[in-house]
């Protein structure tokens, strides 16, 4: 029973490079999510995906991009790492709009752009 | 735009203290409310969920109300233990995403 799963869990890249944080889910989830988290703030959303093929912009989207190819992955790539983005990054994954599930989370990827 | 709002930021207690965190929201038109903890350097994990029909939940020392049309929630951690020492976050389900609070960090001295 894994739930949600994330690699790498630490990564250091240097400005301009790019990369691409994995996650995947086991839960036949329909609906997944990309949030970070900076230092003393909430949560932000990033992009999120309601199921395969279907991706949409959450609140920070810039800098990124998202891919749902199936119903269990939903990779994170950062193109053009730039400092700003030195964060940590969490994967979730739940059931549907309109339903009461909750929501489970992956341990993170703790980025670091030098 | 849900915003969520808890106070207060931090918070240290003596051990055997019951801790009282509260969270509060603007938009009552949520499905649901999700308690996580989050442990320095961890991911988060999930203390409690209460639907919107619902007013509390409770597990072993923790309870949790909700009050929608006010837009608020809190969470009840009895007898406090040092191991209790986390940030708290309070989380709101909306359409489609989960809207946070920053969270609270509990800091319980033995």
């Known amino acids: 029973n894994a739930g949600v799963t994330q690699t790498p869990k630490f990564r250091i890249l240097k400005i301009g490079q790019s990369m691409t944080l994995q996650c995947t889910q086991d839960m036949n989830h329909n609906y997944m999510y990309w949030y970070r988290q900076d230092p003393g703030m909430g949560l932000k959303l990033i992009y999120y995906?309601?199921?395969?093929?279907?991706?949409d912009k959450g609140e920070v989207p810039n800098g990124y991009n998202v891919s749902r190819s199936t119903t269990e992955d939903f990779p994170l790539r950062l193109e053009l790492a730039a400092p700003s983005q030195t964060s940590v990054y969490f994967c979730?994954?739940?059931?549907?709009?309109?339903?009461?599930?909750?929501?489970?989370f992956g341990s993170g990827t703790r980025l670091t752009v030098v | 735009k849900q915003e969520v709002t808890q106070i207060p930021a931090a918070l240290s207690v003596p051990e055997g203290e019951n801790l009282v965190l509260n969270c509060s929201f603007t938009d009552s038109a949520i499905y649901n409310l999700q308690w996580f903890r989050q442990d320095p350097g961890k991911g988060l994990t999930s203390l409690l969920l209460?639907?919107?029909?619902?007013r509390e939940q409770t597990s072993g020392r923790l309870n949790a109300s909700l009050d929608k049309s006010s837009g608020r929630s809190t969470l009840y951690i009895a007898a406090s233990q040092p191991g209790d020492s986390a940030t708290y976050l309070c989380?709101?389900?909306?359409?489609?995403?989960?809207?946070f609070g920053a969270g609270t960090t509990v800091t319980v001295r033995a």
């Open positions: 995906s309601v199921g395969a093929g279907i991706t």
């Open positions: 979730a994954s739940s059931y549907g709009a309109g339903t009461n599930g909750g929501y489970t």
């Open positions: 989380a709101v389900k909306g359409d489609y995403k989960l809207s």
């Open positions: 209460i639907q919107s029909s619902q």
